[in-house]
């Protein structure tokens, strides 16, 4: 069984502010992490993911996110928001089994303030 | 390359009525998911295809909820009859292991009012 848990559901920040955004997950097995983003009206848009090797991911941007397993941890940061970055993230798990579902947590909307 | 297409992008109806959503994925994804996103939520996996066969609707309402991929390509969700809990953003994904790995693209959405 997998569950995510995202600390804060509104976030705000200044612009020109760092992000950081938290998601703690629980996977029974080794996990693959992501961080998907949703824009008013849209679908969900992939940021990053965490699959194997290296723990400190980059995505689009100027999005990144570290693995550690220790803390089971999987949060989200930017050095410097801008007004663009207003959204809503998701943080998901999978595990590699061949079914790969997304177990998603419910989500923390950000607001970069002028 | 074309994204997953999703129809109707709105649809407003009334409770005990009928709604079908449809979706295209990307060409050559074998796996295809249906998510339920309420407001305030994170999405919440309904059914998932492997080409035309379903690999787990676990989590899917039965008594009123249906889907189908008959030609392993396309999908139908319906809901019949509609309550006024089922308002919500209906989000189609798809997936190849081959051909994207292990992420999963998701489209627009549907968005569907029961009032």
């Known amino acids: 069984a997998q569950s995510v848990t995202q600390l804060g559901s509104h976030v705000s920040v200044s612009e020109g502010a760092l992000v950081l955004l938290r998601c703690n997950y629980s996977?029974?097995?080794?996990?693959?992490l992501f961080w998907y983003v949703q824009y008013p009206n849209q679908g969900l848009q992939l940021l990053l993911k965490?699959?194997?090797?290296?723990?400190l991911v980059k995505g689009i941007n100027g999005f990144e996110a570290e693995f550690k397993k220790s803390e089971t941890s999987f949060h989200l940061t930017k050095p410097s928001a801008h007004m663009s970055d207003a959204a809503e993230y998701f943080c998901a798990v999978s595990g590699y089994s061949s079914a790969r579902q997304l177990t998603f947590g419910s989500g923390t909307q950000l607001t970069v303030l002028p | 390359e074309a994204g997953v297409a999703q129809s109707p992008r709105y649809k407003i109806i009334e409770k005990r009525q009928s709604v079908a959503f449809w979706c295209n994925p990307i060409s050559g994804h074998a796996t295809l998911y249906w998510y339920q996103q309420i407001l305030g939520q994170g999405p919440k996996l309904l059914i998932q295809f492997q080409n035309n066969g379903v690999v787990d609707d676990s989590q899917l309402p039965k008594d009123r909820f249906s889907a189908e991929r008959l030609k392993g390509v396309d999908s139908t969700l319906k809901i019949q009859p509609a309550k006024l809990e089922d308002s919500a953003v209906y989000l189609c994904a798809s997936s190849s292991l081959q051909l994207s790995g292990n992420t999963i693209y998701f489209g627009e959405g549907s968005w569907l009012t029961v009032v």
């Open positions: 965490y699959t194997t090797g290296a723990t």
């Open positions: 996977s029974s097995v080794p996990p693959y």
